[in-house]
């Protein structure tokens, strides 16, 4: 078919150029966003590869997300609980994105995407190691049409080792790396983390690996491989914890809300929930003791310095939480509001995004869904003084911009279009 064939060479230089010249010319421009210009096809489903891709969009980048007919991305059919037909869990993760619907399983579908790699500056996906490669989708395949194109790929494992044909899910990376070793009730069952924090590192480290792809690609015009793994990645997050045991030997843990080194540093239950307080120092430990009446415990020599109050934890604690234990969290948090240490009461969801500073600084955004009406989203942490995170647009219905990324990037005409809907290669 004509239309889908591939474009010759040269548009790949001037996919670099056209890029490298549009941040030479916005250079002293107020309001560009970093990212306006680079274009991502994304691949990746579930959770660690649409959470990198998403603060790419919020960045500026135009993502394509590239989605199986029918069904689209798994997320969309996690739940309750749904915002109209939209599960939640597939909109927190997803705004900022197009949709199209390519069947890869077809040579046309295939076809598509090499187009649209040669008009794009980024792959994000997040298969079972040589599945794509399989199908004609992967790396080399692309290289050989698309050099410029930096290539994304997010696994369990990654590419090598004896796992890497396993799939991997994040509570699994979490449990063999060591994550719900260390989590958990001291004495107690190991425990998951409430959200999927070993998906949200790899996303994290992929989104950063990416930017720095794109400055490298500025210096030499090339694109490459990129690898991230959930093991590998959790395994990175162990810090402190992976340092001890591997420098000195010290097997870890659980601990509750406790820290194994610094007292105290945990959540003590109150007339009403759990209060965290955490003393870094032995002055700030002393005007902790102060301001809740305890001001001779600041000085008793078994707790003066934050060695003896580890060697006597336990005594320490049950003193503190006697006290904690007699007033609700608002008393606490009112009394501690000019603390010299750092404090917070454990909220629930409903305290979360009532908090007065959580409202002050607008972190939860609102935008109209075309069919799930006005949502909510937790907009982007980071701010920038010139130019930089928005939420734009809603998390897309599936298959909402196939016609128009047809028709705007590769410029096919609508009768092909229609076709290739006839055909079931798109939706």
Request: aromatic residues 8%; charged residues 20%; proline residues 6%.
């Amino acid at each position: 078919m004509n239309a889908v064939k591939l474009f010759k060479k040269p548009l790949q230089l001037c996919r670099i150029a056209k890029v490298t010249e549009l941040v030479r010319f916005s250079s002293n421009a107020t309001n560009i966003q970093p990212l306006e210009g680079i274009r991502i096809l994304d691949m990746s489903r579930i959770v660690a590869g649409p959470y990198c891709t998403m603060i790419l969009a919020d960045l500026g980048a135009e993502v394509i997300k590239v989605e199986r007919p029918g069904s689209g991305d798994e997320a969309r059919n996690w739940g309750p609980p749904f915002v109209g037909s939209e599960s939640c869990y597939f909109i927190s993760a997803n705004r900022n994105k197009k949709s199209m619907c390519v069947n890869i399983q077809t040579e046309k579908g295939r076809e598509i995407l090499y187009n649209l790699a040669q008009h794009s500056d980024v792959l994000v996906e997040n298969y079972v190691p040589g599945k794509l490669d399989q199908l004609k989708l992967g790396y080399e395949h692309f290289k050989e049409v698309a050099p410029q194109l930096i290539y994304c790929s997010i696994s369990g494992y990654g590419p090598d080792g004896p796992y890497k044909n396993k799939p991997g899910y994040d509570v699994i990376a979490a449990s063999i790396g060591g994550l719900l070793h260390i989590t958990g009730p001291e004495n107690g069952e190991p425990a998951k983390v409430g959200v999927a924090v070993t998906d949200l590192a790899t996303g994290l480290y992929a989104h950063g690996a990416i930017m720095a792809a794109l400055l490298k690609r500025a210096k030499t015009g090339k694109g490459q491989k990129i690898d991230c793994n959930l093991l590998s990645t959790q395994v990175a997050s162990l810090i402190n914890i992976g340092s001890n045991y591997l420098n000195a030997g010290k097997e870890a843990t659980r601990w509750g809300t406790a820290h194994e080194s610094i007292v105290p540093y945990e959540a003590f239950p109150t007339k009403d929930g759990y209060f965290t307080i955490g003393t870094g120092s032995d002055a700030q430990f002393k005007h902790f003791c102060k301001l809740i009446g305890q001001e001779e415990l600041g000085t008793n020599p078994k707790y003066l310095t934050n060695k003896d109050r580890v060697k006597n934890r336990q005594e320490l604690i049950a003193l503190i939480k006697s006290v904690m234990i007699e007033h609700p969290n608002s008393y606490w948090s009112k009394l501690f509001d000019k603390a010299q240490f750092p404090c917070g009461p454990i909220n629930n969801l409903e305290n979360v995004f009532n908090d007065p500073h959580i409202k002050e600084i607008e972190l939860v955004k609102e935008i109209e869904h075309p069919t799930a009406g006005k949502i909510k989203l937790v907009g982007p942490p980071v701010k920038y003084s010139d130019g930089g995170n928005l939420v734009k647009m809603p998390p897309p219905t599936l298959g909402q911009h196939t016609d128009e990324i047809l028709e705007e990037v590769l410029k096919f005409d609508k009768n092909v279009i229609a076709q290739l809907k006839q055909d079931k290669i798109i939706q």
